[in-house]
């Protein structure tokens, strides 16, 4: 008889693991942990969004002698309104588009006022917001999405339609 294994037995192999090889072992495992502790650090490093209005010095605003220079160039597209949930279960509205840069400028606020109405096109709830903010402008020929989220919400509204436009804006100098 032979010294091997029958055809189809389960035989065992063993392993010796020298020292080196459980070293190499502990050192990518620690490198693997840096990176991904750096990948991290650098998704929380990004602007910080302040949610709602902010008040800017200097946005022009309708009325504004040099307000129509830039106005064309700037424009929202494909805005809607939604009914959502938030996390406490309460209803809110939600109004979504994009905002188009299509000047050579960089646009570092940008304010938006959005106008809801109900089945009788009477005016619901009238709010302003400033989806673009300093810490992360509009850049020339950039179309960016926002988001506006309208709490409390107002409930005569699931019928009706919404209008959004630009309330103001403030170029980068």
């Known amino acids: 008889m032979s010294d091997q294994p029958p055809l ?4 065992q192999i063993t ?3 020298t020292r080196a ?3 190499i072992l502990a050192l990518s495992v620690a ?3 840096i990176v991904i502790g750096i990948i991290v650090l650098a ?7 302040k949610e709602g209005r902010t008040v800017y010095q200097g946005v ?9 220079q830039y106005l064309p160039y700037i424009r929202i597209i494909n805005a809607s309104g939604m009914v959502s949930e938030n996390m406490i279960g309460e209803q809110q509205a939600v109004v979504v588009g994009y905002a188009a840069n299509q000047g050579n400028r960089v646009v570092d606020v940008l304010e938006v006022r959005a106008v809801l109405y109900n089945a009788d096109n009477q005016q619901v709830k009238e709010i302003v ?7 992360f402008p509009l850049l020339s020929m950039e179309m960016r999405r926002f988001s506006i989220w309208v709490e409390p919400f107002p409930p005569e509204w699931l019928t009706g339609h919404i209008d959004v436009e630009i309330h103001g ?5």
């Open 31 to 33: 490198l693997v942990g």
């Open 43 to 49: 998704q929380h490093k990004g602007p910080k969004y």
């Open 21 to 23: 090889q459980i070293g």
């Open 15 to 17: 392993w010796k693991i």
């Open 129 to 135: 917001k400033t989806p673009i903010q300093p810490d």
């Open 8 to 11: 189809f037995s389960s035989g």
């Open 169 to 173: 804006y403030r170029l980068k100098k």
């Open 60 to 68: 022009l605003r309708p009325g504004d002698p040099e307000y129509d």
